[in-house]
């Protein structure tokens, strides 16, 4: 019997003997995970050299490679820290730079790739298709080149709806060409959970007023809830026939109203009595700036209180906060709401003695259980890894242990807060702090998948071990 055609090998198409052997292109070759980490590499280091030329400062300032790269790498990632004061090292092109690189580094840029494609009616093929899945966290590929499309639609029209109420203070403030720029500027930072602000003080001086608070919020809430949310349950209300809420979403919305609930009311007990903070603002500012500040920790940077002056258990806080971060598939960082309660509701019912961990009527996977906890300890260690360096490389005496804690986890959760320490780092630091903001943007868990080389499964399994004590 005359044996089967053989399939090709991997990266190699068939051929006849004699001629040469035609390989896949290069693109088609790199996993998805590579790809996510080289294109925001790429970006970052394109977006360096741009606010490094000259023709990008403000008048008379003068910036080294290395803050560019630290801004760049800053908006990109679509975190907020900054060694610079973006209203005065950098003039209006450079500013324009910031927000181009805040709003391709929110939505991503190989979702901006498919965007091109399709405008120019390209096909999208199918291992374009599962880059793209990864990127916005949808659930098949097959759905992906539809989501891409509303993903677009709903962020531009948020965001212009945002921008159009900001102006309604910006411009009174600052004039119409420079009060439009202002309302745009803050809108696409907010959306994307940048925390970029054209305010040397950032937002602090908006802390009792409540359109500028409300609007930001509002817009760091839709940003970081994930377009895959966002559209369901637009979707959801449109249609609730046809179009059911999933277990995802209930489960990032539950997260993401109890998380909302406990910062707000920890925020407003612990800084109650507070002199540089809450103490002197009437009562609706207090809960104002409580809720405020509860949104922002999600990843998204801006502040209308000053975190240097924050008690030591606030502080904590709002570390525990940054590092859970935002939800999948959104601008938004950390290691995210729905990795956070797996790991807890499994661990609740491992001391439960029960043996699955349910979730809204459904088990939970232990392949999701074994995801999240392993972005868990790779974040964890990743934190504190990072956090040694920039003790090590710290020679500021000003600088104490817990504001290097909190900038490390600041910068890996992309959040953006900061104890007014980010200007105080050497270069060493604001380099381990780039590093961090990029870890952190693309996930620990997808950089280690990026490069790992090993790509087939095992093909021998050992039996099981029980008798390993633990705890």
């Known amino acids: 019997m005359a044996r089967p055609p053989q399939p090709p090998a991997s990266g190699v198409h068939s051929h006849s003997p004699g001629l040469p052997r035609v390989r896949q292109p290069l693109l088609a070759r790199i996993s998805p995970p590579q790809l996510i980490a080289l294109t925001f590499a790429v970006g970052i280091l394109l977006g360096a050299l741009l606010l490094w030329l000259p023709l990008t400062h403000g008048p008379g300032r003068t910036v080294t490679f290395i803050q560019a790269l630290f801004t760049a790498t800053s908006a990109l990632c679509v975190t907020g820290l900054n060694v610079l004061d973006p209203s005065r090292d950098f003039n ?33 093929h199918y291992s374009e298709r599962i880059r793209l899945a990864q990127q916005v966290s949808a659930l098949s590929a097959g759905d992906v080149v539809p989501l891409i499309r509303n993903i677009f639609l709903y962020t531009f029209v948020i965001e212009a709806v945002g921008a159009a109420l900001l102006a309604w203070r910006f411009v009174p403030l600052e004039g119409w060409g420079q009060g439009l720029f202002y309302a745009v500027f803050h809108a696409v930072s907010a959306f994307n959970n940048a925390g970029f602000a054209l305010y040397s003080d950032n937002l602090v001086r908006f802390v009792d007023d409540p359109l500028v608070s409300l609007v930001v919020a509002l817009l760091v809430i839709l940003g970081g809830m994930g377009f895959l949310v966002q559209l369901n349950v637009v979707a959801h209300l449109v249609n609730p026939r046809r179009h059911r809420l999933l277990i995802h979403s209930k489960l990032v919305l539950t997260m993401m109203g109890a998380l909302l609930l406990i910062g707000t009311v920890a925020y407003l007990a612990l800084e109650w009595g507070n002199p540089r903070t809450l103490a002197p603002l009437p009562l609706w500012d207090k809960l104002l700036a409580s809720f405020f500040q509860s949104v ?14 924050m008690g030591l258990s606030t502080v904590f806080i709002t570390i525990i906060l940054m590092f859970i971060g935002a939800n999948p598939g959104s601008t938004g960082g950390g290691i995210k709401t729905s990795t956070f309660y797996v790991m807890m509701a499994s661990a609740w019912s491992m001391v439960r003695g029960q043996r699955d961990t349910t979730l809204f009527g459904r088990r939970i996977d232990p392949d999701t259980i074994l995801r999240a906890m392993t972005v868990g300890l790779l974040s964890i260690g990743l934190v504190n890894t990072m956090f040694i360096l920039l003790l090590l490389t710290n020679t500021n005496p000003q600088v104490q242990f817990v504001q290097l804690f909190f900038e490390a986890v600041s910068a890996f959760g992309t959040v953006g807060l900061s104890m007014n320490t980010t200007p105080l780092l050497n270069p060493s630091q604001e380099l381990v702090l780039v590093g961090l903001m990029y870890l952190g943007r693309i996930g620990p868990l997808t950089f280690a998948v990026a490069f790992n080389s090993r790509t087939e499964r095992d093909l021998v399994r050992y039996p099981a071990e029980k008798d390993i004590l633990i705890g």
């Open 296 to 309: 922002v920790t999600r990843t998204a940077g801006f502040n209308t209180l000053d975190y240097g002056a």
């Open 92 to 124: 209006r092109l450079g500013q324009v730079v910031i927000l181009l690189l805040i709003q391709v580094g929110g939505l991503g840029i190989i979702t901006f790739g498919t965007v091109f494609a399709l405008l120019r009616r390209r096909r999208i």
